[in-house]
């Protein structure tokens, strides 16, 4: 029944296996290199390739499962491998239930909200002062890897035109809008080529499910010019070769080629500007509301990665609080772990200063004992304050070194749950903190 209905609703079959496609690019990241990310990888291409062949509920419950292992068992930090999550929760939900236009709907204001949330995040002093805005940080990787391109040093308008970006992308999303193509590609396409390989494929696979049944005939009719998807294609791929000087990775000068394919395709299908009627089911609203309310958790002190937050200066720390929209006062704890006294061994002078100028989390002091806890640095003692309560850890490497942090949990809950920023200076202001 499933496969039957699925087989008439073209549209949702389009954006699953782009989701396929977004899903194995994003197991290519450097990430999935490490040992014990390969079984992880192994279940990112396995669900991409069911997705691919039979776009079921099935499949997608195997992408939530894979995309939620490095999330809660190896301290992934990505909003997109968030996003890539609950995507695949609503269409688990939504093809089990045989509603098409839940899932839609659904991945249309996830995918909005991502852009909503992240201009959101950006709208803080740090992020619009250009002495240490991530803005000047990504322009600079752009300026080396294209020389060709101008170096925006100290301009002000940098940092504010990446937030007016971010926003109109979010409306047009939300308005079904064809600008959202050419102004993503335009957006995405830089990043993919310097420091994010696989966040661009990710976020424009949501744009496939704002089109609608007369769109995707234009969009099928546009992408049978194969002579102008080739020249599209060529296009985009010289374009690079030139302003960079040589030519790219084998997976670089495929993700070139899919932007030029989509925008050649893209001047067939916007005849008309808008796709059709905005309106979102009830659930699809209330699964949209719910990825906003968890974007917003920095401010509660809740978590900061996993929300939008990449590249955005965002410091939501007693003293070093920035946003100029959400006041301070929504916070309900510091969620940093403060180490105000440090010994290491015998002593190391240079790793017991970094424990003491550094906000730690429990996930990073579980790393740390991983890394550190050798018999030549034992004991390891710290102590500090954890919200707002005082803590003190005779020996770091104890099997009961969790019992000295209070709280029912103590330190032992969801150790591998990366949900604060790791190497974040206790100073502030600090260059592109994300």
């Known amino acids: 029944m499933e496969s039957a209905w699925l087989r008439r609703d073209r549209r949702t079959d389009a954006w699953a296996r782009a989701y396929a496609v977004a899903l ?9 290199d490490e040992r014990d990310w390969t079984l992880p990888r192994v279940a990112h291409v396995v669900a991409a390739a069911a997705i691919m062949a039979r776009p079921c509920a099935a499949a997608f419950a195997l992408a939530l499962g894979a995309t939620l292992w490095p999330l809660f068992g190896l301290r992934d930090v990505l909003t997109q491998s968030m996003y890539l999550a609950w995507v695949a929760a609503a269409a688990t939900a939504g093809l089990a239930a045989a509603r098409p236009r839940f899932v839609l709907d659904a991945v249309r204001l996830l995918t909005a909200g991502t852009y909503l949330l992240a201009a959101l995040h950006k709208v ?3 992020f619009l002062d250009p002495a240490v805005s991530c803005a000047q940080h990504a322009w600079a990787q752009f300026v080396a890897h294209y020389p060709a391109l101008p170096s925006m040093d100290g301009e002000v308008a940098l940092p504010a035109l990446v937030v007016v970006q971010e926003l109109a992308i979010a409306v047009l999303i939300l308005r079904r809008h064809a600008l959202m193509w050419p ?16 966040f661009g494929l990710v976020m424009i696979s949501g744009y496939v499910a704002t089109v609608t049944p007369r769109q995707a005939v234009r969009w099928r009719r546009g992408f049978r010019r194969r002579w102008g998807i080739a020249a599209g ?5 010289a374009a690079d070769t030139a302003l960079h000087g040589a030519l790219a990775s084998p997976i670089t000068l495929l993700k070139l080629a899919a932007a030029g394919a989509i925008a050649v395709a893209w001047l067939s299908a916007a005849r008309r500007p808008w796709y059709g009627p905005a309106a979102a089911g009830r659930a699809a609203s209330l699964l949209g509301a719910a990825w906003l309310a968890h974007g917003l958790t920095p401010y509660l002190g809740l978590q900061v990665q996993h929300t939008a937050a990449m590249l955005s200066n965002l410091r939501v720390d007693p003293g070093c609080h920035n946003s100029l929209l959400v006041p301070e006062g929504l916070r309900l704890v510091d969620p940093y772990v403060r180490i105000d006294e440090a010994a290491i061994g015998a002593g190391r002078p240079p790793r017991e200063r970094a424990l003491r100028e550094t906000l730690w989390n429990l996930t990073a002091l579980h790393t740390m004992r991983r890394n550190w806890c050798i018999p ?3 004991p390891i003692r710290i102590a500090g304050t954890w919200r707002g309560r005082e803590f003190a850890v005779a020996d770091l490497c104890a099997d009961d070194w969790e019992a000295s942090f209070p709280g029912p949990f103590g330190a032992g809950f969801l150790p591998d749950f990366q949900a604060l920023q790791k190497n974040l200076p206790r ?8």
């Open 233 to 237: 294609a060529a296009a985009v791929i």
């Open 24 to 32: 194995f690019v994003h197991a290519l990241l450097p990430d999935f």
């Open 124 to 126: 803080n002093r740090d």
């Open 183 to 198: 102004l993503g590609l335009l957006f995405h396409l830089p990043i993919t080529v310097t420091f994010e390989p696989a």
């Open 376 to 378: 030549e640095n034992r």
């Open 427 to 434: 100073a502030c202001p600090s260059a592109c903190i994300h």
